[in-house]
């Protein structure tokens, strides 16, 4: 009895030392809570109040997150999760999203006729973001299920949120059958692995060690199964279809939202996961597997948006693409590659804000569905049509915007991680990414070509309002800054990295 | 320091400042603050080319003049040491006359869009920009920066053919975008390999603490290119950089880079650096261009307004030859020496090709667009030579071509603004109603085909000279490659007497269908004041070629020295490395 009292005060003051680091998660849990109960009790007066206080939490978090007073470093909370450098750039990049998703939410017209559900709504956009944080977090293979699941169910009802849409609930449909698929697989993936290592912590020593010695073959096969479910996260193929039917029937503030923060959380736990498997010679097959799937990813998203004719799936497969870019970017081991993956996933999140911001303005103002109907639509609105189009730019990768650098820097890594192994793929990846580059012009510049080079049937005179337009410059000029002036936020993001 | 070269790329995007704030109804206004960005632009390029002298070329790094170079993006690249991209630019002999020559184009090219009534607005704020990017590919010193012109370039173009084109504008504008783009990638798989590669001696030695007051001496640098090849410099203290003449030599690059002239790395059985070439190669040959990548060219000349094309013949092409001349062979000139036959080879494809589409083609713009592939042949011949009249006669060639090439597109211009139609069999004897037009006609294509007195003459004898002597001098061409090239002369007079024949002498004649909207008068004010001083130009610089040859020989020449003499050395160390 006096034993297991001791066990218990034990645990309870490892967890209650580690809250302190936890401060961010607790935040968000705290408003998440206030906005669930608020909904339900107060939800007349008050629900022209609750985007706002969910604003502020978000904010408030960040705030947290920037100054970093809580961090603690080293794992905590009986070894389950840990604070460093990666960790809080996540969750500044989190927060950041979150914010960009309600502020995106505030301008939108279809969830304006959302009569209930409000409270759910915005709460939902918070627990979302606390389960990103806590996969950013996540050093240990159950607590990473827990906080996808977490990420997963927050999803499935934000796709789900508008009810009465058709497409919407379909596409919520196929989403929780894929998603509820992969996440098995994973699991049972990552159950294969405490049995070669006799421990869920993946980022120990003596879980790579353990790694080496167990059977090559049958370590390969639960890494791909458990890819399966980090592939999902962040829409690679082969796991990426419900990502075009998702995008679809999605509010755009949480297609956005999807574009960006599940992405940017899942690259960051593979980030983690794939360091054991750095040895290209104790685990050539994880690579090779690691290769192809990007280089399939990168070839699947490029190609299939080619033959897009509306936006949202247009998009769709541009974030697919995107993906593949970004496997390939972790597959440069050896050299020192994070700092220009985290310079991307912040410059991805800037332009993928901006471009869904454009097509929901587009859609809901000017009843934009097809590419065609974005005729002319530049020349009548210059402003807008020239934000979209620099959106555009960084997404194909072109100079002068911010794109274009993270690009570079990861060319860059993965020549030199060329230059270091020899090996094939490398230079296939290297390869294969710029060439498509060509490919993802062709598609992207159709969304200019339609605004600036096709004439209008339709004359509406239309005023953008103000908010909208500041928020166009919000995640406009950030591409911009970063592509002329890249070092402010690489030296910050390699300042976090070294504490 | 100096500031005129930013003057130089920055006055147009100052004035695209201007425009922008401008209200769109105010089309006088917006026109008029155009004019004043080029006139600007022209008159720095001016004085810049009475003030640079042409004799000051010692080599390497010392033949910059007027250089600006401040420091812009620098971060730690973790174990790789430190990158750092400069804001790096100068003029030497080989850009001078570019210089020059965009900005006169500049100016000639505002005068030609006066006409232009769609969205003045758009058009000249895409026309600054424009002419602020090619301006910065000529005087940039850093690859990135070069890379950021060359690649800016492409949108507004594509904006500026796709939405003031004609009939076809949409398909030619994305046919052009997407040709150059796929070029510049191949620019840029090769820039990543050579910024990895290379070395800052003068900021590496400032890291190893070897500068005295402040500045790095020859005898430091030399010390940290030592210590490097020695390999005795921790990677992080070594700081990557993009500099153009940095990379230009093989001291700079790191040992176990891929690049490295004796890295011995090899891939489908060509070592690593000649495929590098061939891709640096490959991208700028889309644009210069050359067969078997130029079918973009046609396209884009065809739908492209007046202005536009004579901008895209005149100035952008040029980059594509100034790339090979500034980047491809100095950096890599083994492969250079390796590869003449291949240059050489589609060069006289290129003109043999080009005239001979030029021959069957019944579209006057047509026709002058494929003659600009044909001459841009002789820029690929001469630089192939590596021989010190060749290199010299394509540089002249650049310059001269792109003054007469301006002429040719300005005198289809006005037969299209009078008649909507270019078609050359529609036409018959408008020598009888247009004498004066007639006879600017004349001039630009006797200038064109080569005639003695023109300019288009000293560049073509000077490349010819070069791919004769080139298989005794420095053993690069077969010497049957330049007789063929001059039956490229022989054919470019056909088309263009052809030509001229058909349109211009007999008894007048128009297509009857055309007579409706046709008003065929004589030049205006407007066009004359554009085509005289090219005519005067051309003419100027064929009677004496000195005024540019003395500006730019003493570099070219050293320049073509310098990348034989390493040309060859590399060449020997990179085959005995793979051999190895």
Redesign the interface.
Known sequence: MNEQAAFLSDKINAILAGAGSLLPELLLAGFFLLLVTLDLFKYKTLKHLLPWLALTGLFATLVVQILGGYTLGGTNFLDLLLSDGLAQFGGILFSTAGIFTILLSLQNKQLEHLKHGRGEYYGLILLLVLGLNLMAKSVNLLMVFLAIETVSIASYILTLILKDNRRSVEAGLKYILYGSLSTGVMVYGMSFFYGFTGTLNYTTEGFALALVQANGLLVTVAAILVFAGFFFKISAAPFHFWVPDVYRGAPMPVVALFATGPKIAGILVILRFVAPFADSLAFPDVQLFLGIAALATLAIGNFTAVWQKTPRRLMAFSSVSHAGFLLAALLAFG??YT?GILFYLAVLLFMNFGIFLFLQIAEDDLGVEQLEQLSGLG?AY?YLGVMALLYL?SLTG???LAGFIGK?LI??NI??A??LSSNPML?AL??AG??L??VA??YY?KIP?YL???RNQTEENLVISLSNKLLLALFALPLLLLF????LL??WI?RLLAQ | MDFILSGLIFSPLLAALAVLLLPARLQQPIKLVAFAGAVAQLVLAILLYLRFDGAAFANGQTGYQFVEKLNW????????GRLQIDYFIGVDGISIGLVLLTGIIGVIGVISSWTITK?VK?YFLLYLLLMTSVMGCFLALDFFLF??FF??M??PM??LI??WGGPK??YA??KF??YT??GS?FI??VM??L??SVIDPTATAAQLDLLQNGVASPDAILQVQQMLQQNVISGSELVRTFSIPAMMEPANFIP???LHVLSGSV?WDLPLRFIAFLLLFAGFAIKVPSVPVHTWLPDAHVEAPTPISVLLAAILLKVGGYGLIRIVYPIFPDAGAYFSVLVGGLGVLSIIYGALCALAMNDLKKLIAYSSVSHMGFVLLGLASLTVEGVNGAVYMMFSHGIISAMLFLVVGVIYDRAHNRVILNFRGLASRMPAYTSFVVIAFFASLGLPGFSGFISELMVLLGGFSAPDVTGMLPRWMTVVAVVGLLLSAAYYLWALQRMFFGKYWIFPELRENAVISDLTKREYLMLVPLAILTLLFGIFPHLLLDKMGVTVTGFTELVLQNGQEQLNMVLSSIRK
């Open positions: 050299t020192n700092s020349k210059p730019l072109l100079p002068p570079l060319f860059t020549w030199e060329y230059t230079l290297l390869v710029i060439l580059t060509g012009l062709f510049i070509f600036f080079l096709k002329f002036k890249p070092d690489l030296n390699d | 993006i620098g971060f730690e690249l973790g174990s790789l969205n758009g890379y950021l690649e800016f492409l949108l594509y904006f796709g939405i504008r949409e504008a994305i975008f997407i783009l796929v990638l840029l798989i990543i390999g910024y990895t176990g880079s891929l891939l």
